[in-house]
């Protein structure tokens, strides 16, 4: 039989830290870390463990003997139920410098290779309301909180349109406001919710797998233009049509105006039919005079703004002066590539979705880019030498791989490959590190550059400088 994981109470936590995934961490009187999910460095809390491990605990502040400096009012009102903004109650300054600790401070354990002086984190200059993508939620069984459970009131309309409440699949959060993406994001969030009540139009239900309505995306994009996609578990075209007639009717302004009916046991998007009820099929993002088509199952950076600062950075750190061969791996919908492409001589992306790299090539042909090319294929098994040898020796390797960082055989195969100049972007700073490491052999560490993407959160991106070593004759 399974031991009963004991739930401590330590008191008088002096909280010094902020860790990995946003959690501020202290030290017990046992010398044991404890991880807090809802404090703030400089704190002073009870805490109520609900883990217990050798070396660390897990827990949640229950009383606080004093409030930190550092902290401020939260200005969405459902900060702590939500969770997607954790960092919310900590000023924006304080978000920058625990980031850039992170940072410096992975590089520096996990990796473990001399670095040059890293350049101060650069911040957002939108801290709300900078994301260009939403996904909402239907559910007939929303989520109450304690003040709704413990009164009297009965609530007889349990119809939500938000967000998952963290660790919890089938409990949804009714959202009044959110401050994530800008208007209007919040109207038409609202506009449909309250259409689907007047049209008696039935919830999604994840456990029993039944309702009409399940999710909600809007996607913006700088130049202005609206994306708009409902998802429906099954077919009822009279209905559909009255709800997606409302819409367009209320907010003439949407630029694409799409459906899917998905009765899979997901919601995911990726392998369904999306169908176009008003306008076109796309929405156009724009940077540098670059048009990029977006289309419902595109990626794309999710700060618009931001990716420009990041882009640039990348482009900087690769110097390019016109003659050099590129590589850009991990390339998506090839945005960087193209974003680079007028500074080199030849791009060369590689990608291993296959609707990523043709939205790369249909995007290039839109901005009449004639010297990018496009590949897709697993990264470990195309990038190799037969591919090497029929496209050439690159200058300069750009890298943008996802959290988990680049496989083995990749970095390997770069360290064969000994371009002068690797420029590696990355979401997460711990396997940025771990992949520098194995780098090291051939390629020092000549810049650092810490971006902020996600204001109100404990993500950040980072991109580094590379350059290879050359032995003294």
């Known amino acids: 039989m399974a031991r009963k994981n004991k739930r401590i109470v330590l008191e008088d936590l002096e909280v010094i830290d902020a860790g990995a995934k946003g959690k501020a961490v202290a030290k017990a009187p046992d010398g044991r870390v404890v991880f807090i999910d809802n404090a703030v460095p400089g704190d002073v809390v009870t805490v109520q463990t609900f883990k217990k491990k050798k070396a660390f605990y897990e827990g ?71 994301r260009n993508k939403m996904e909402f939620s239907f559910s007939d069984n929303k989520w109450l909180t304690m003040e709704q459970i413990k009164s009297d009131k009965i609530i007889e309309n349990r119809n939500a349109l938000g967000f998952h409440i963290p660790g919890m699949w089938d409990k949804i959060l009714d ?24 049209l008696n139009l039935t919830f999604f239900n994840t456990r029993n797998q039944e309702g009409f309505l399940r999710t909600l995306m809007i996607r913006t994009s700088s130049t202005g233009e609206i994306m708009v996609l409902l998802q429906f578990f099954h077919e009822d075209e009279e209905n559909r049509d009255l709800l997606l007639n409302a819409i367009a009717e209320a907010f003439p302004q949407i630029t694409s105006l799409l459906y899917v009916i998905n009765s899979k046991g997901n919601d995911t998007l990726y392998d369904q039919e999306i169908e176009l009820f008003h306008g076109r099929d796309h929405i156009f993002e724009e940077m ?41 791996l991990y390339t998506g919908t090839g945005t960087i590539a193209q974003f680079v492409a007028k500074k080199a001589k030849k791009v060369i992306g590689v990608e291993a979705v296959p609707d990523a790299i043709s939205a790369a090539k249909e995007n290039a042909k839109l901005n009449n880019i004639e010297n990018v090319e496009f590949y897709v294929g697993d990264m470990k098994k195309v990038f190799n030498e037969e591919f090497i040898t029929a496209h050439g020796n690159p200058d300069i390797v750009i890298t943008d791989p996802p959290r988990d960082g680049m496989h083995g055989d990749v970095v390997a195969q770069l360290l064969n490959l000994g371009a002068d100049k690797i420029v590696y972007v990355s979401c997460n700073s711990a396997t940025q590190a771990r992949d520098l490491a194995l780098l090291d052999a051939k390629y020092k560490v000549t810049k650092v550059q810490p971006v902020d993407m996600f204001p109100q959160t404990h993500h950040v991106e980072n991109v580094v400088l590379l350059e290879k070593r050359y032995s003294k004759i």
């Open 60 to 130: 949640s502040a229950i009383s606080f003997s004093k409030y930190s400096e550092k902290r401020v009012e939260p200005v969405c009102p459902h900060f702590g139920t939500c969770g997607g903004c954790k960092w919310q109650d900590m000023g924006y300054e304080h978000q920058l410098f625990f980031k850039q600790k992170e940072i410096e401070q992975n590089l520096k354990r996990i990796g473990k290779v001399e670095l040059p002086e890293i350049q101060p984190i650069l911040g957002s200059e939108k801290q709300y309301f900078y």
């Open 175 to 198: 959202l009044e406001i959110c401050y994530l993406q800008a208007d209007p994001s919040n109207a038409i969030r609202d506009f449909v919710k309250a259409k689907a009540e007047e």
């Open 288 to 328: 540098e005079g670059l048009k990029f088509k977006i289309n419902a199952k595109s990626f794309y950076q999710t700060n618009s703004e931001q990716a420009y600062e990041l882009y640039k950075i990348t482009r900087d750190f690769a110097g390019l002066t016109g003659n050099e061969l590129v590589y850009d």
